[in-house]
């Protein structure tokens, strides 16, 4: 008896994976962080990916040579920790028998994805982490859908630039690989611009109070504020700004400002800049896909809340993987990688290129970032595209004080 | 050098917020020698507790604040009973993997019902500005009560007479019960006490700052080293050792890159650690 039930046990755990690994399936892995510091980003990139499954799989699947393809996403709790991301795309490659990756929540994270992808050579999509460090290392099959954390602040450099060519500017932000990264390349950018750069500095990701730094930024006399990390402490500096009254003339913060739980800073969010890879109002005409609208109708009629960037890159980052296969016309990994190295494509999020060189294979090349600043209409807080001019929706504030 | 003093004057304010937050850490940890790794969790508690009074029923955030001590006074006492009491005397590890799970059940909860998602309690209280510089009203007022709080944590321990057995059974807890102290109920209402400060002390952080679910951990261990420089059981230390803390980051900060304080304050920590085992602000009571 035990021995028969045994039997039973053991074909269910085989027949699982098979279960996967359909004729007619394509299974895509990833893990998302369900819990920990990264969740409120994983989870929106997270049903950015499920709507576009939901889609393919509506319209029939993707077509890959003469056959359709439905398509299974794969996914785990990663708890925001390198640790287990390592652990679970092994496992979904191992194991679940995913034939395509897309990436984790965050440059950190998904640096440690790469690495085994890499190692089983699978093809990673990645559209939640910018930090360009991971493209220097020799990978073959990684794709940055996103621009690169070198970008960010281009244009808020531009934005800034534009009204006050001789700014004084202070570069504040915390000391984690993606903001130094955009602080370094803003730097760099606003130096070449002709701006005075007056105090330029990293904070612990766990700082709680940023009162002495601010008086810092006040003693330096700067007059324009970059910087910030993730969310908790961007949040927190916009705030204490406000509270002591720093009266700069710009800030431009990082991440925190792009989710919409960031109007409930009420005053202090007034006139606060944030560079974005994606808004719902963006006007691109694409070549492939629906248009931005139609993802926003579509994306809000399923999850009741407007998508922000990283549900609009995760929806991307399936355009393009729809895209390459449709047009490799196969599964296989070298035609499917052939495929997104010759893509040079608009869709709903933007341009997308990717670098082919060994060097910097697989860095996002063509896409461009947004500058939305939060501003105030009708006495409701709203995020407007304010940079480049000519995907604006709002004039840009400025000075602030 | 208006803007170091600035900053020193900003640094003693938010430190004796470290202080309060420490204060329920130090009295378990000295009264009881369970070091209570919920404490974090505590905070954020009075954190959440304070933004559901204000927006939910829309209480004004200070009048939150005795509300919030006898809440956390009871789920102390829950809290002592469920995961401290079957561990007291035992070895330290117990009662740290014992605090520490729960800790993990409470992160786990309130991270799958709030999300990570950011929290803001506005409070429109006028700060004082000095030249170019403004210290905000929040910080000044959270300070000014912080202080009042160890006056009279100070005043129950040392002058009242469950006071005084909180600080018997400290001593020695055999000789306390021989002299007729009920041990259990002074340990389970120190414990109740501690858990109840660090909830008013999450309270009076959620005025000066933006929370998530997880802002406890930081604050948990700035209480580490609070607890270390002001010496186990001592309100007053704890006080002292957070300013001492908020005095460090205010000074380093004008002088250094920020991102240098935690190693400052840690090797501040190992060096009194070393130096002064029982804690700087300790000395006069051994």
Known sequence: MKSISLMVAAALVMAMPALAADDNTITIGMTVSQTGALNVEAVAQMQGFELWQDQVNAAGGIKVGDKHYKVHLVSYDDQSQGGRVQQLYTRLIVQDKAQFLFGPYSSGLVGTAAVISEQYGKILLVTGGAEPKTYELGNKYLFQVITSADHYLTGAVDALHSKDPHARLALVYSDDPFSKAVAGAARDQAKEAGFDVVLNEAYPPTQTDFSPIINKIISAKADALMGGGHYADGATMARQLYDQKANLKWVTILVAPDSDKFASLGPSAVGITTPSQWEPQVAYKPDFGPTPAAFTKAFEAKFKVEPDYRAGAAYGGGLILQYALEKAGSLDREKVAAALNATDLTIMLGHIKFATDPQHHGLQIAHEMVLAQWQKKNGKLERQVVWPLNAKTADLIYPLH | ?286
């Not at chain 2, 929040?138 to 005084?164: D, E, S």
């Not at chain 2, 055999?174 to 041990?183: K, M, Q, R, S, Y």
């Not at chain 2, 009076?204 to 929370?211: C, D, E, S, V």
Request: hydrophobic share 55%; proline share 5%.
């Open chain 2, 1 to 286: 050098m208006i803007g170091i003093l600035a900053s020193i004057i900003d640094g003693v304010l938010v430190g004796s917020v470290y202080g309060l937050a420490a204060m329920g850490l130090t009295l378990i940890w000295g009264v009881m020698d369970v070091v209570n790794l919920t404490h974090g969790a505590m905070i954020v508690a009075g954190m959440f507790a304070l933004y559901l009074a204000t927006s939910a029923l829309g209480i004004s955030p200070y009048a939150a604040l005795v509300p919030i001590f006898i809440g956390g006074f009871l789920v102390g006492i829950m809290l002592y009973w469920v995961a401290v009491h079957r561990v007291i005397g035992r070895p330290p590890l117990m009662s740290l993997l014992s605090t520490f799970s729960v800790n993990l059940v409470l992160i786990g909860l309130g991270t799958a019902v709030w999300g990570t998602v950011l929290f803001n309690v506005p409070v429109s209280l006028p700060g004082i500005s000095w030249q170019r510089y403004t210290f905000p009203g929040t910080h000044l007022l959270a300070a000014a009560l912080t202080v009042v709080i160890a006056g009279l944590l100070y005043l129950f321990l040392y002058h009242t007479r469950i006071g005084k057995a909180v600080r018997a059974v400290a001593g020695n807890r055999e000789a306390a019960e021989l002299v007729g102290i009920p041990t259990t109920r002074v340990l389970s209402l120190a414990f109740a006490l501690g858990v109840a400060l660090a909830g008013v002390s999450g309270m009076l952080i959620g005025t000066m700052f933006p929370f998530t679910v997880l802002s406890g951990d930081t604050y948990q261990l700035k209480g580490f080293v609070v607890t270390v420089l002001g010496g186990l059981g001592n309100p007053t230390g704890a006080l002292l050792g957070g300013i001492a803390l908020g005095l460090i980051e205010g000074l380093a900060t004008p002088f250094m890159p920020v991102s240098w304080t935690p190693v400052i304050e840690f090797a501040l920590f190992v060096a009194v650690l070393i130096a002064f085992p029982k804690g700087i602000f300790a000395l006069r009571r051994s």
